[in-house]
């Protein structure tokens, strides 16, 4: 199974910007479909982001201008550049891999927009 490790965190004022990366454990990461999906305190998980394979992106609806996925397959990493932050994107951030093996999910990554 994928172990998947996602940083990049962290408190941040409404308007600006982080960047989240998710590195993958295991060669493969180059066929798997990639998503970021995020979960704020008494919600459920949302799609924020998904990547195919060939580099194909969708967006939830909320974070489209704004959000931008990505993959660097040769260093077996998924990122997610966040900018125009707003309070509402505060939530716990999850990357997910879905392969013909199934799907894992990282631990998580806090991310507070907060004046």
């Known amino acids: 199974q994928v172990q998947l490790v996602e940083t990049g965190g962290g408190l941040v004022q409404p308007g600006g910007s982080l960047r989240l990366s998710c590195a993958a454990s295991?060669?493969?990461?180059?066929?798997?479909?990639m998503s970021w999906y995020r979960q704020a305190p008494g919600k459920q998980r949302e799609l924020v982001a998904a990547i195919t394979s060939g580099g194909t992106t969708t967006y939830g609806d909320s974070v489209k201008g704004r959000f931008t996925i990505s993959r660097n397959n040769a260093r077996n990493t998924l990122y997610l550049q966040m900018n125009s932050l707003k309070p509402e994107d505060t939530a716990v951030y999850y990357c997910?891999?879905?392969?013909?093996?199934?799907?894992?999910w990282g631990q998580g990554t806090q991310v507070t927009v907060s004046s």
């Open positions: 295991r060669s493969g990461f180059s066929t798997y479909l």
């Open positions: 997910k891999s879905n392969s013909v093996s199934g799907a894992s």
